[in-house]
């Protein structure tokens, strides 16, 4: 398992939290207009806290006018406790509640994976868990997240103890100088590093991969700001980024293998008459095409800029920290070409620059060129206990200006830390935010069991396994990922071994052997149960290059004889991937240019089918999903196929939902998938 999706498995303190939003409403959350702006401030003398003010001794201005303080706390920060004393929150809503409470500090541990390399991850596993045993008082609340984790996905507990078991067992996090992501793989291919194509690959890798950290912390900003108005602490594990502008250079015509290609070509998908999904020669290029001239004309920087605004309106520090230590280069030793010294002391400075300015602008503190147990003593002294002041403001225009912020205390030689401003809301941000709130509800119960299905990040499992149940029988789905498929003990085939099991252990069928020809990532497999029931599938799969095995469980329902459809659909792909043939899967993961298809079985044959589209909050998707009941000529079991494009969603998580209806009686069955980059 690789560590984004050991994270989500490990932290995980229920299944409904991954996937429903907290059924309490909350109200819209500005720092400016006609709202209380809070306000997190820290004093000190030469470094000590000092923990008796009053709120007579503050002074506020905002944009030099002094403010009235109508509410003023003082917020102490309760020391490191063993984990068997920290109580752990049991249901959504008490989570959403402990995060908002002003005297519990809510820290996120942001791992950018895709700007460390590996050997950082290594040097910090160690100091990073120390760090937070320091840092995470007993009533305070630790979360982990990843470029490839949404927001809403992150976990919050007391305990520290599991996110340092996962620091240390899956300590190859860091990616940076090493290609994991297949679709750089295809990058890599489309741009050859020679000729007119020489550096594109490169530089289009590196600007995609700041695209998505910089989206995933976007997102990280606008959750915590929906979940709580006092201060957020984010340590962010990361080498820091380039930000470059747009680059018209990187989206010129150039040649590849004698044909002259220009940044957003055709879209390769296309309809048949009969409505089949078609695709043209060029499909990959194309693709590459298409995301080089997004990635060429997107400004880095601007959204760089804008997001350190939204942090310091939401209330966030960031606390970035280079894992590496002392840094002398800036690009990882090879596999690639270096650039020139000047080049990678150009670039080093730029991220240095990137991340001392991200902590400045948000009230942070930054570690660079130093060990993190070097900086701990700094750092908690730097988040500790502080003072939590509130006002009207006199400016009550809502023109998404920036208002300027200073705090003094009349007290002599007290010197104070706080935010240096913040940006102050818009009409069209009060009335989209008062519009989010009156439509926030909670996801339907099987959409969230459907969702809390998925892998928390991009790579889930090395062997993973799906089982649907119908009519006496199971039909189970195996795949290996990508990279196992491509060792080398398991470029030579596999063979794996099937074993049904009713829920008092007892044994179902027979468990012959199926085999994985060279190349061959997935199987499908029927397996007889015959009784009504739940049954657990477990699968075992062993190289014939190499001795050790993978396993993995998935569990399934046969439905009873008065069901009209299957409790869970078997899913398919079709698209670039396949070869374009429809292949089963076991990977929830989509992209936009691939098609889903699922299938599950019908038991009644006058039964009404139906198939729709669903966002994460259950919502319907205006996306047509095609149904068609399918007969089989032997056993004449009814299958119901439901199959929907994917290229017009934009990235995130769905909801396949099929139904069959007799009478006032419907039925449904949920596939829940994730549309990636």
Request: contains cysteine; proline residues 8%.
């Amino acid at each position: 398992m690789r560590f984004p999706a050991a994270v989500a498995a490990g932290l995980c303190l229920a299944v409904a939290w991954t996937a429903a939003p907290s059924s309490q409403p909350q109200e819209p959350r500005f720092r400016g207009g006609t709202n209380l702006v809070r306000l997190d401030v820290y004093a000190s003398v030469d470094g000590t806290p000092v923990t008796d003010l009053t709120a007579a001794d503050f002074e506020v201005f905002e944009d030099g006018v002094r403010q009235e303080v109508t509410s003023f706390e003082f917020i102490s920060a309760r020391g490191p406790a063993p984990d068997t004393a920290r109580v752990e929150p049991t249901t959504v809503a008490e989570s959403r509640a402990r995060a908002a409470q002003p005297d519990t500090r809510l820290f996120v541990l942001f791992l950018d994976t895709l700007h460390v390399q590996v050997e950082g991850s290594f040097h910090a596993q160690g100091p990073v868990g120390a760090l937070l045993d320091r840092l995470v008082g007993g009533n305070d609340l630790v979360g982990v997240m990843t470029p490839d984790l949404p927001a809403r996905a992150v976990t919050f507990s007391p305990r520290t103890s599991s996110v340092t078991r996962l620091l240390t067992s899956n300590w190859t996090w860091g990616e940076r100088g090493r290609t994991t992501d297949p679709q750089e793989q295809v990058i890599e291919q489309c741009y050859p590093d020679s000729g007119s194509t020489a550096g594109i690959a490169k530089a289009l890798i590196e600007r995609r991969r700041e695209a998505r950290t910089l989206d995933a912390l976007a997102d990280l900003i606008r959750y915590l700001e929906e979940t709580r108005e006092e201060r957020s602490f984010v340590l962010l594990l990361t080498e820091g980024w380039l930000t470059p502008g747009p680059d018209e250079y990187l989206g010129r015509a150039v040649s590849i293998g004698g044909r002259r290609v220009v940044p957003g070509g055709p879209d390769p998908l296309g309809l048949t008459p009969d409505g089949r999904l078609t695709l043209d020669t060029g499909a990959s290029l194309d693709g590459c095409e298409r995301e080089r001239a997004l990635l060429a004309r997107r400004d880095f920087d601007r959204d760089y800029q804008q997001l350190m605004r939204t942090a310091n309106r939401a209330n966030v520090s960031f606390y970035p920290i280079d894992p590496r230590g002392l840094v002398v280069f800036d690009d990882p030793i090879g596999p690639g070409r270096p650039s020139t010294p000047v080049q990678d002391s150009r670039r080093l400075s730029s991220r240095q620059d990137h991340l001392r300015q991200l902590a400045l602008e948000t009230d942070g503190e930054v570690v660079l060129n130093t060990n993190i147990d070097r900086a701990l003593p700094k750092l908690l002294t730097d988040i500790g206990s502080y003072y939590l002041l509130g006002y009207v403001s006199t400016n009550q225009k809502l023109d998404g200006k920036y208002r300027r912020l200073t705090v003094k205390v009349t007290r002599p030689g007290v010197s104070t830390r706080s935010r240096p401003g913040y940006v102050a809301p818009t009409e069209a941000e009060v009335t989209a935010a008062t519009a989010r709130t009156e439509t926030r509800r909670e996801a339907p119960d099987e959409v969230a069991r459907a969702l809390s299905r998925l892998p928390g990040g991009r790579t889930p499992t090395a062997l993973v396994v799906e089982a649907a149940g119908g009519p006496g029988s199971l039909r189970i789905a195996l795949e290996l990922d990508r990279a196992t498929a491509a060792e080398a003990d398991w470029k030579k085939g596999a063979t794996a071994k099937v074993v049904v099991t009713a829920e008092d252990g007892t044994p179902v069928g027979d468990a012959a052997p199926v085999t994985l020809g060279p190349g061959v990532r997935v199987a499908l497999v029927q397996r007889a149960a015959p009784a009504p029931g739940h049954y657990k599938v477990r699968v075992e799969a062993a190289p014939d290059g190499g001795t050790v095995p993978l396993t993995a469980v998935a569990e399934a329902t046969v439905p009873s004889s008065g069901a009209l459809l299957g409790p869970a659909s078997l899913a398919f792909r079709w698209g670039p991937s396949t070869g374009r043939r429809v292949e089963p899967t076991a990977d929830p993961r989509f992209r936009r240019t691939e098609r889903l298809i699922t299938e599950t079985a019908v038991l009644d044959d006058g039964a009404v089918l139906d198939a729709q589209l669903l966002n994460r909050l259950g919502q319907p998707v205006e996306i047509p999903v095609k149904v068609t009941a399918r007969v089989d000529d032997a056993s004449h079991a009814r299958t119901l196929v439901a199959e929907v494009t994917l290229a017009p969603l934009a990235a995130g998580e769905y909801v396949l939902a099929v139904g069959a209806t007799r009478g006032v009686t419907t039925e449904h069955a949920h596939y829940a998938i994730r549309v990636v980059p």
